[in-house]
């Protein structure tokens, strides 16, 4: 049996700080970033303030466009967590799709 890929995040996120577009030793675009959420989420009937920070990768194609997207500016970003390397605990955000919020 087939499972579904059941490893996508999604979030709504201002770019606070991006790094360079650089190039993997494969040949890959890439640029890092750091994405900042406040939100205000309810849970179990609560409203909860929620405020925090995650690292952030596009690469490929993508890369390109989230270079010229603006510092500061919200985006509903798609993509997909994984380990920042093999053996490490640290997760980062892979950006796969991402648009801007009005």
């Keep these: 049996m087939s499972l579904p890929n059941n490893n996508v995040f999604q979030l709504v996120a201002e770019i606070v700080e ?6 993997t030793p494969a040949g890959i675009p890439i640029v890092a970033a ?4 406040r939100s205000e989420p ?4 609560v409203r909860r303030q929620i405020e925090f ?9 993508i890369s ?4 010229k997207a ?3 500016g919200k985006y509903h970003f798609t993509g997909f967590l994984a380990r920042k390397s ?4 640290t ?3 892979h950006i796969t799709e991402f648009a801007a919020i009005d």
Excluded: H, M, S
Aim: charged residues 25%; proline residues 0%; aromatic residues 8%.
């Design 18 to 23: 991006r790094e360079v577009l650089r190039y």
């Design 34 to 37: 750091t994405l900042l959420n």
């Design 42 to 45: 309810i849970e179990a009937g």
């Design 53 to 61: 920070e995650i690292a952030a990768l596009a690469a490929g194609e």
């Design 64 to 67: 390109g466009q989230f270079d």
């Design 70 to 72: 603006v510092l500061g």
């Design 86 to 89: 093999r053996n490490g605990k």
């Design 91 to 93: 997760l980062v955000f």
